[in-house]
């Protein structure tokens, strides 16, 4: 991060920030292709071979095509993207924090969560899962005496170019060879690495291209043979003596008898109607749900989590699948929280003279699984039974429940009263409340025959334990 370059441009200005793509008006109106459009194996080893030499253009117009065209691709991405946004979030100070390293992280809390657009945003970064990177464009502006984003824009991945030289460097495409560098603390670049490989290689659009293809493919065959399904062919004969004119007006016939059901041809012409060979849709089917099956793997990690094949959906494997969802959920949540440390949040506090390399907080967002309360404070129990310590911040940690803050109202525990407790403390008479029971009244009669503690009934109400 160059602070010193970064703090020129900032302050020349009174209350807001110059973007990169100011005053270039066409640099993102290019229009787009759709190579998808005829796609075919040649035509995919084509894209990405000018992808490995910095030229993505095409690769990244395939990608985006991928995912408007394909529904279950969408979904299943959807799902992943989505998962992200479900987590709490919280910018955390240093270890071993002091009073003011908390109070900066608090802040910066804050005004993060008070950022327009930063869901959005947040969704916008997760492009990066297909794509293999995502470039978000902040603009800055001064509110009172602070500097913050107060907007965020998505830039397209055809936007950008990679050096032969560097292709892990990710530049602005402005026609020149190597790209322009983009400038410091005015991107938030996300890189997303589902698999090794320079950044234009690093997405899992790589892998799915395939399935897309091959998908598409068996779709296309299917839509064919559906059309032609049952009918019969329609086979015109003509004599070779026929003209021209003559072969032509059997052609309009036959077409004529396919749509209308009727027609007239030349009585030197003859139309054969030939019943076509029995067939069935189960082979097109069948290569669709392979490939959606495979999609749903490369994606989430499994299949039961997305569909059921009513043969192998136990409870027992969807819980395994969906735990191999929660670890890419994980892995996501990490990569994103690295990016919006660095790349936002580190930002934001240089520009309010807040930040401090070597004790800087973090963003961090909260992975922990949902926890079953009773079970975890059994074990709890029963390992000091056996003489473990365990801390108050291992169980605060392990349960989600926050230890206590000064200031803060604390429950306390509800405890019964003794039945010898009534008389030490003044001749008071009944028991502690117990929720969802009514205390017992004065003079029940139980004393006098002969019992200390007993169940007292009064009315219809069943009391707690008395003494009197």
């Known amino acids: 991060m160059d602070i010193k370059t970064a703090f020129k441009r900032f302050f020349r200005r009174d209350k807001t920030q110059a973007m990169q793509s100011d005053g270039d008006d066409f640099l993102y109106m290019d229009s787009v292709g759709h190579p998808s459009t005829g796609l075919d194996i040649q035509r995919v080893y084509a894209l990405f071979s000018a992808a490995e030499q910095g030229d993505i253009q095409a690769q990244s117009d395939l990608f985006t095509d991928m995912e408007e065209r394909d529904g279950h691709l969408f979904a299943e991405l959807s799902k ?62 001064q509110k009172g005496a602070l500097w913050l ?23 602005l495409n402005r026609g ?19 698999k090794s490989g320079p950044v234009a290689q690093s997405g899992l659009f790589r892998v799915l291209v395939w399935t897309y293809l091959f998908k598409n493919l068996s779709a296309r065959d299917w839509a064919q043979f559906l059309n032609l399904y049952g009918l019969p062919f329609r086979i015109g004969k003509y004599d070779a003596s026929m003209t ?10 036959i077409r004529m008898l396919a749509r209308e059901g009727g027609g007239i041809i030349p009585n030197t012409a003859e139309i054969q109607l030939v019943s076509p060979a029995a067939g069935q849709s189960a082979p097109f089917f069948d290569m669709v749900s392979w490939c959606e099956k495979v999609q749903s793997k490369v994606i989430l990690g499994g299949t039961l989590t997305s569909q059921a094949d009513g043969q192998s959906s136990t409870n027992a494997l969807g819980n395994v699948h969906n735990e191999i969802r929660h670890d890419l959920l994980v892995g996501d949540a990490w990569m994103v929280s690295e990016t919006l440390t660095q790349q936002l949040l580190w930002p934001v506090l240089v520009m309010n003279g807040r930040y401090t390399p070597e004790r800087a907080p973090h963003f961090e967002f909260d992975t922990r699984e949902q926890v079953d309360l009773e079970r975890l404070m059994n074990v709890v129990i029963k390992a ?8 108050a911040e291992w169980v605060a940690d392990k349960s989600g429940i926050p230890l206590p803050q000064d200031g803060q109202t604390i429950l306390k525990p509800v405890t019964r009263q003794l039945p010898g407790d009534a008389g030490e403390a003044g001749g008071a008479v ?13 003079g029940c009669g139980a004393a006098a025959a002969g019992r200390t503690s007993h169940r007292c009934r009064r009315g219809n109400a069943v009391t707690a334990d008395c003494a009197d």
Request: hydrophobic letters at 40%; aromatic letters at 8%; charged letters at 25%.
């Open 80 to 141: 992943r993207k989505r998962a992200l946004l479900t987590l709490p979030f919280a910018v955390k100070p240093p270890p071993d924090a002091t009073e003011t390293e908390k109070k900066v992280a608090a802040e910066a809390d804050w005004w993060l969560r008070q950022l327009p657009g930063l869901r959005e945003m947040l969704m916008d970064m997760l492009d990066a899962i297909g794509h293999g990177f995502s470039c978000t464009e902040i603009q800055w502006s």
């Open 149 to 171: 984003p107060s907007a965020f824009h998505k830039r397209p991945a055809r936007a950008f170019t990679m050096p032969q030289t560097d292709l892990n460097s990710i530049r």
């Open 176 to 194: 020149g060879a190597d790209g322009e560098p983009l400038w410091d603390m005015g991107w938030i670049v996300h890189r997303h690495k589902s």
């Open 244 to 253: 021209d004119g003559e072969r032509l007006n059997l052609l309009r016939g």
């Open 384 to 391: 000091q039974a056996t003489g473990f310590d365990i801390t």
């Open 430 to 442: 009944g028991a502690a409340v117990v929720p969802g029971r009514r205390t017992a009244a004065a």
